[in-house]
């Protein structure tokens, strides 16, 4: 069991490339959610999922895509990256609970982006 | 809009002594409130959380926080802390009728000996 999975670690970009951040969990959660940690502003939400096929929009939505095609994969798509985007980006899981989001979540080690 | 202010940005105190990080969130409608915290170098974990039912709330590594209606807060205490428990603090919550959890902007306690 590997909980939340998260690829790559690290990521260097140049301003106008877009990527990928792939985010995986083996627990058959139904909610996921993908977050951004800067510095002095704690985790803001970028973009969330209750389940397969249903996503919705954050506090940052902002330049960042995501699909949810499997309850497995939750994938964060920068479309054209910024240096507004330089940040540390954490994936998170959980079961939804009777209020979704309630639910203990269960983070990824992150990703540490740097657009340049 | 759901919001959460921490009140303090850093906390420094003495190893034993004990600690209280404060927590106030916004909204006036049903809220559920958490408490994660972040070891260097780490993702985050769960340290408590309150749902429904009694307001003082037990989590792991001695933490205990209360919810406090009136004051719309959810003050962290512990009364005495290790070097261990040095780590950044986040209070987070989910207001009703919507899916959210927001976090505050954290709280680094550093524990000194």
């Known amino acids: 069991n590997a909980g939340v999975t998260q690829t790559p670690k690290f990521q260097v970009l140049k301003t106008g490339q877009s990527m990928t951040l792939q985010c995986a969990q083996d627990?058959?959660?139904?909610?996921m959610s993908w977050y951004r940690q800067d510095p002095g502003m704690g985790l803001r939400l970028i973009h969330y999922?209750?389940?397969?096929?249903?996503?919705d929009q954050g506090e940052v939505p902002n330049g960042y895509n995501v699909s949810r095609s499997t309850t497995e994969d939750f994938p964060l798509r920068l479309l054209s990256a910024a240096p507004s985007q330089t940040s540390v980006y954490f994936c998170?899981?959980?079961?939804?609970?009777?209020?979704?989001?309630?639910?203990?979540?269960?983070f990824g080690p992150g990703t540490r982006l740097t657009v340049l | 809009a759901q919001s959460v202010t921490q009140l303090d940005s850093q906390v420094p105190v003495f190893e034993e002594a004990p600690v209280e990080l404060r927590c106030n969130y916004s909204?006036?409608?049903?809220?559920?409130l958490f408490w994660y915290v972040q070891y260097p170098n780490q993702g985050l974990q769960l340290l408590l959380k309150?749902?429904?039912?009694?307001?003082l709330v037990k989590g792991i590594n001695g933490f205990e926080a209360e919810f406090n209606k009136s004051q719309t807060s959810f003050h962290l205490r512990k009364p005495s802390v290790h070097i261990s428990d040095t780590a950044e603090y986040f209070c987070?919550?989910?207001?009703?009728?919507?899916?959210?959890?927001?976090f505050g902007a954290g709280t680094r306690l550093a524990v000194h000996p």
């Open positions: 998170a899981s959980s079961t939804g609970g009777a209020v979704a989001g309630t639910d203990t979540q269960y």
């Open positions: 987070a919550v989910v207001q009703g009728g919507y899916n959210k959890l927001i």
């Open positions: 999922s209750v389940g397969a096929g249903i996503t």
């Open positions: 627990m058959n959660h139904e909610y």
């Open positions: 309150y749902l429904s039912g009694s307001t």
């Open positions: 909204s006036s409608v049903s809220v559920y």
